[in-house]
């Protein structure tokens, strides 16, 4: 039986896996966070190691504030990069195949076409430098790795944008969401199933590989507001509005929708519709 440990379980996708976990009867989870295990002291993680066989990881832990990243520029370092260091040299001399979380935000968001795993990185924020940071430490330092970049992510646990937006959508008649920033959101649980397809299929033979998971569609955080209202029945209007009228510290991706066609041609991962994914997420929360 092989021993899957999973880093930063509290968090939405760590949340989704624990809850798909008991399906995969040849696998024994290992549920960690940073109480359990701080990625920041390599020291523990060695330890770590050495008390638990594991085969693979699924590194789930990150720092997500980006606005606040701006700030806490040491932290958001330590935690995104400096920690996946860490953890990615104990996983190479354990022989331990590495799952790493990315996101859009290596990107700038000047593309304007689905980026492809090849295209040029170029992070606007603390946020997207140190993710950028993360994953060159992953395949500087991992023999068996794999980076799975998504965006907007979101989940019946945690919080993200589409609780977010019910909860203030039920206290208040109308809403501004910016309408000029498109990208694709993307379902935790449904991210949660294409690593266990990836995990379960993974071939020892081939290089460290990076891919891009997302629903399918592209759509604003605008249209994403709208949805949101209706498939909830909140009758709460969503107002659109430009990105410069509501400043924030760091800046986002005007553009961030990433081609799925290397992970479905690789993997034959099932890939479903954003607002499908929306509507079960929905559904399941009442």
């Known amino acids: 039986m092989k021993n899957i440990l999973i880093t930063g379980s509290n968090g939405q996708l760590g949340s989704e896996i624990r809850e798909i976990s008991d399906r995969y009867e040849n696998y024994n989870f290992v549920f960690t966070d ?9 020291e523990d993680i060695v330890s770590f190691f050495a008390d638990n066989k594991i085969d693979a990881c699924i590194n789930c832990a990150a720092y997500t504030a980006v606005d606040k990243a701006e700030d806490e520029v ?6 995104n990069s400096t920690a996946v260091e860490n953890l990615s040299k104990v996983c190479k001399n354990n022989g331990t195949l590495l799952f790493h979380i990315s996101t859009d935000y290596v990107f700038n968001g000047k593309h304007f076409m689905p980026y492809v795993e090849t295209d040029t990185v170029s992070p606007d924020s603390q946020y997207g430098l140190s993710k950028l940071k993360g994953e060159e430490a992953v ?51 449904d991210l949660a199933e294409a690593i266990m397809v990836m995990i ?8 460290k590989e990076i891919y ?26 969503i107002n659109p509005i430009d990105s410069k009228d509501y400043p924030s510290k760091a800046n986002r991706p005007f553009y961030s929708v990433l081609s799925k066609s ?16 929306l509507r079960r997420m929905i559904i399941k929360s009442k």
């Open 34 to 42: 940073v109480e359990e295990l701080d990625l920041t002291i390599s």
């Open 212 to 237: 891009h998971f997302s629903n399918e569609g592209a759509i604003s955080w605008y249209d994403f507001g709208k949805a949101i209202m209706k498939l909830s029945n909140i009758e709460c209007a």
């Open 139 to 189: 395949m500087l330092n991992c023999d068996k790795a794999i980076i799975v970049r998504t965006s907007w992510l979101y989940s019946s646990h945690g919080n993200n944008f589409v609780k977010t937006l019910i909860k203030l959508g039920n206290e208040r008649d109308q809403l501004s969401v910016v309408s000029d920033q498109v990208g694709t959101p993307t379902y935790a649980a």
């Open 200 to 207: 379960a299929s993974f071939d020892e033979t081939k290089p």
């Open 74 to 79: 040491e932290l958001v370092m330590l935690v």
């Open 262 to 277: 290397k992970i479905k041609k690789h993997y034959g991962v099932n890939v479903p519709y954003w607002e499908d994914s």
